[in-house]
């Protein structure tokens, strides 16, 4: 068996970065988080090449053995030329040239892409999705996003804007999204969604379990949400039907484009288990074919809270994959 390399991984997310030593045989080393809150990225990009610095100084290791660097952002980007663009959880991020950053900084090769494919890397490498040929990872959060991996590879598209399913319309006189659509699956079901609905139609009830549960109006979450549905409060209830209902249609959809063979769904699904995954599991069969569904395991993302810290260096893999210098964990030893 081939001795696993090194490979440092940055997952850039709205409150920290996760930086991770990981090895190419799934081994994670060792990883620190580096806060992003409010801060800018001149601030961040430095302390998160010292925080890989130390983590390869204290598994011994210099910049000479590092294979590769891998990086995710959330969308959008430029991922041809590693540009973070403005995403909207990112506020102080507009046009960072992030790849090349830290390729400059370690001297190494480094690999960008955004956090939906990285995670779907991830779980697809590591995760719920080893061995398989066909599968899709959904973030269900703040945003709703995919990775697609269709067979036996990630599906980007022409624009690189392949997996953006939240965006799916699901009902053409719905409410209007961010992106300037209306009716999109995450303007109903997507985490920042729900809790502004839930903040303006709770703003004059005081009293109600949601805004007792959240301390104030202006706390009101997906957590809170669910946590009253735990209490059984009837407006939480039909709320929370209301939201599995869209998540059930289009992950339906979803299910008859790519013919998966599993569907690994990641945060909200985590964090609620049944009080989620029940109801999906009851409601899509409304909207997939039984014969293929059958076939599909749609299950709870397995690497949890380490995601994270697996994602950046996933994106790093699979390019030295695609370059043939890695072999998927499953066909050949590494
Ligand atoms: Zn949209």
């Not at 190419?24 to 620190?32: A, F, H, M, N, Q």
């Not at 995710?72 to 990112?90: E, H, Q, R, Y």
């Not at 990630?154 to 319309?169: A, F, K, N, P, S």
């Not at 790519?258 to 945060?267: C, D, H, K, S, V």
Request: glycine share 12%.
């Amino acid at each position: 068996m081939a001795k696993p390399f090194p490979i440092l991984g940055f997952d850039v997310g709205g409150t920290k970065v996760a930086v991770s030593l990981v090895l190419s045989d799934g081994t994670l080393v060792s990883s620190i988080r580096v806060p992003n809150k409010e801060r800018e990225p001149d601030d961040v990009l430095p302390a998160m090449v010292s925080a890989g610095k130390s983590l390869l100084a204290d598994a011994g290791l210099n910049r000479e053995d590092l294979k590769a660097v891998g990086v995710c952002t959330p969308s959008p980007l430029d991922f041809k030329k590693g540009i973070v663009m403005a995403p909207s959880n990112l506020k102080k991020w507009k046009h960072v040239p992030i790849r090349d950053y830290l390729a400059d900084a370690f001297g190494s090769r480094a690999f960008f892409d955004n956090d939906s494919n990285a995670s779907g890397l991830a779980e697809w490498f590591f995760g719920s999705g080893v061995g398989a040929e066909d599968m899709l990872y959904i973030s269900i959060s703040t945003g709703i996003g995919a990775g697609v991996i269709s067979n036996g590879r990630l599906m980007r598209g022409v624009t690189c804007d392949g997996g953006e399913v939240g965006h799916m319309i699901l009902d053409v006189n719905g409410p209007l999204c961010n992106c300037g659509l209306r009716g999109c699956w995450e303007a109903f079901s997507g985490g920042r969604a729900v809790a502004q609905r839930l903040q303006r139609e709770l703003a004059d009830f005081p009293n109600s379990a949601i805004v007792r549960i959240a301390g104030s109006v202006e706390n009101i979450d997906m957590k809170t949400l669910s946590d009253a549905v735990g209490e059984n409060d009837p407006y939480a209830c039909a709320v929370w039907d209301e939201v599995m209902e869209r998540h059930a249609q289009a992950i339906g959809m979803l299910h008859n484009i790519f013919n998966p063979g599993i569907i690994a769904l990641g945060t909200i699904a985590i964090q609620c288990g049944d009080l989620f995954m029940k109801p999906l599991l009851e409601r899509v069969r409304k909207y997939a074919w039984k014969q293929p569904l059958s076939a599909c395991s749609i299950v709870p993302g397995k690497l949890g809270s380490k995601l994270g810290e697996y994602a950046g260096a996933s994106v790093a893999l699979y390019a030295l994959h695609e370059l043939g210098e890695w072999d998927l964990p499953w066909t050949k030893s590494n």
